[in-house]
């Protein structure tokens, strides 16, 4: 996948999540883009000396590696990296954390509490509360579950870290 279509999906699953009350996660990523991100740069350092040899007349200059320094630098991330975050960052606040309400779900089901909805309230501020009722929970699972498989192959498309 090419540079323009990671930045053309990007912005599409960034409306997406807008869209369906997610902004804070298209924040908080822009937040961690701002930043950039470390490397580590690894030098050569060369040191330069002077070599007497038994059959010269002069002495001769000679130049050795002595070691390898590293240095930290700042790098902005590239649009490939940006829509990686992306998928990240959507998987864990909508399909992990979907999945954390299942699973509270079948807590509740297997005490036989059944009350009518759960309320998941997110940390962020000025963000409302998501009810969900009990009853929609097994399509959720379904729906989750197809969602990560979505992003997985995603993943596979752009390339996999590193590649």
């Not at 883009?33 to 060369?46: H, P, Q, S, Y």
């Not at 929609?136 to 969602?147: C, D, F, K, Q, T």
Request: charged content about 30%.
């Amino acid at each position: 996948m090419t540079d323009q279509k990671c930045g053309e999906v990007r912005r599409h699953l960034e409306a997406l999540l807008s869209r369906f009350g997610y902004g804070w996660v298209v924040s908080a990523v822009e937040e961690q883009i701002r930043f950039g991100k470390t490397e580590i740069l690894v030098v050569d350092a060369i040191e330069e000396g002077q070599i007497s040899l038994p059959s010269a007349s002069s002495p001769v200059r000679a130049t050795r590696r002595a070691r390898k320094d590293k240095f930290l630098r700042r790098v902005d991330y590239t649009p490939r990296d940006h829509l990686k975050l992306t998928i990240d960052a959507l998987e864990y606040a909508v399909v992990d954390v979907g999945e954390i309400g299942i699973h509270l779900n079948d807590f509740i089901s297997r005490r036989n509490l059944y009350p009518s909805e759960v309320k998941f309230a997110p940390e962020a501020e000025g963000v409302a509360p998501r009810a969900s009722t009990i009853h929609s929970m097994p399509s959720r699972r379904e729906h989750l579950a197809r969602l990560r498989s979505l992003l997985a192959d995603l993943r596979k498309e752009v390339g996999e870290y590193g590649s």
